[in-house]
């Protein structure tokens, strides 16, 4: 059974910098798309970032380009968000996902893509 398990969250002043951590494990972690979701109080999960199971290409929200950038390393089964220049408005839960297909193409943006979810990390920033 696949778990993802993410770690970093936590709160940090506007302007700074936390990096999310997701551990998989239950299966190979190498050849299956990764991506990171949000969701604030009241609002509806979101997507903010995604690596390809090669890691040759990453994708991220609007909101966050330029300032979080997803990595993977497959040797330690885990796919990182670096956050930097945090905003207020990036307070929510994120989640790590995965798919069931592996070497599959994936609509990255797409929550419904995922099959596989992390229990979450929360994330707060204070102005």
């Known amino acids: 059974q696949v778990q993802l398990v993410e770690s970093g969250g936590g709160l940090v002043q506007a302007g700074g910098s936390l990096r999310l951590s997701c551990a998989a494990s239950?299966?190979?972690?190498?050849?299956?798309?990764m991506g990171w979701f949000r969701q604030a109080p009241g609002k509806e999960r979101e997507f903010v970032a995604a690596i390809s199971w090669s890691g040759g290409s990453t994708y991220y929200a609007d909101s966050v380009k330029g300032r979080f950038t997803c990595s993977r390393n497959d040797a330690k089964n885990t796919v990182y968000l670096q956050m930097n220049s945090l905003k207020p408005e990036d307070t929510a839960v994120y989640y790590c996902?995965?798919?069931?297909?592996?070497?599959?193409?994936?609509?990255?943006?797409?929550?419904?893509?995922?099959?596989?979810w992390g229990q979450g990390t929360q994330v707060t920033v204070s102005s």
């Open positions: 239950g299966r190979t972690f190498r050849g299956y798309n």
């Open positions: 996902a995965t798919t069931q297909t592996r070497f599959g193409t994936t609509r990255f943006t797409s929550q419904h893509e995922y099959d596989y």
